[in-house]
């Protein structure tokens, strides 16, 4: 057996709300939705992953979801231009990546980094 993917299934009372968060700003693609569904991700290969953690690095809080992007830095701003609170970083952190928090629009801790 092969696992093929993992996805990280968020409840939520309005699917709608991750629209503007997930595909508006972080780009991603809609790859289904049945009204009480959607699915975001990239039609490129995305590798599977499934992290534990007793805290975040650093002193932060364990995030709900970690997305790596190509540029941490036009992700911050893209955050910042459409009014999201950032809650952490921008931080260059010693195990080698460069990330900063947000909290999504249902609430969920986001860690978005990129490594150097």
Do not use: C
Request: no cysteine.
């Amino acid at each position: 057996m092969t696992v093929l993917r993992i996805i990280a299934n968020i409840a939520t009372p309005d699917v709608a709300a991750a629209r503007r968060f997930y595909q508006d700003v972080l780009g991603l693609e809609l790859l289904m939705d049945h009204g009480w569904i959607a699915t975001y991700g990239s039609s490129g290969t995305m590798a599977v992953q499934i992290s534990f953690a007793e805290q975040g690095g650093s002193g932060t809080p364990v995030p709900d979801l970690s997305i790596e992007v190509d540029d941490v830095d036009e992700a911050l701003a893209a955050m910042k231009a459409a009014g999201f609170a950032i809650e952490y970083g921008p931080a260059d952190e010693p195990w080698g990546v460069r990330r900063f928090y947000v909290r999504d629009p249902l609430g969920r801790l986001v860690n978005i980094l990129s490594h150097r």
